[in-house]
């Protein structure tokens, strides 16, 4: 995927439809599932609609361009860690909350 996206939606977790563009040019629709807060900075992780696909992505949220949320790759293994972990966490506390 391409380094930097920028997509209209609210920061709500409603359930608009985020388009992102693949390093082939293929279209691909994901909704906004959650947003993660780790060491201070905004994730986005995006939770794909088309069938097709069977994992999400999660990008860093570098801001805001006007009402748009600028979306960036994460570069770094550690950063990557950080944020995966924290999902996993999330994902487990969770799953307790279900189970009570």
Do not use: C
């Amino acid at each position: 995927m391409a380094d930097e996206h920028q997509h209209d939606h609210e920061h709500e977790l409603d359930e608009e439809i985020i388009v992102l563009e693949d390093e082939d040019g293929v279209e691909h629709n994901f909704i906004l599932g959650e947003v993660l807060t780790v060491d201070g900075r905004d994730y986005a992780v995006l939770l794909p609609v088309d069938e097709d696909l069977e994992e999400g992505v999660i990008f860093r949220i570098d801001g805001e361009d006007g009402d748009q949320m600028v979306l960036a790759d994460i570069e770094s293994d550690e950063e990557w860690q950080k944020v995966v972990d924290a999902y996993n966490e999330d994902l487990l506390d969770e799953s307790e909350d279900d189970a009570e």
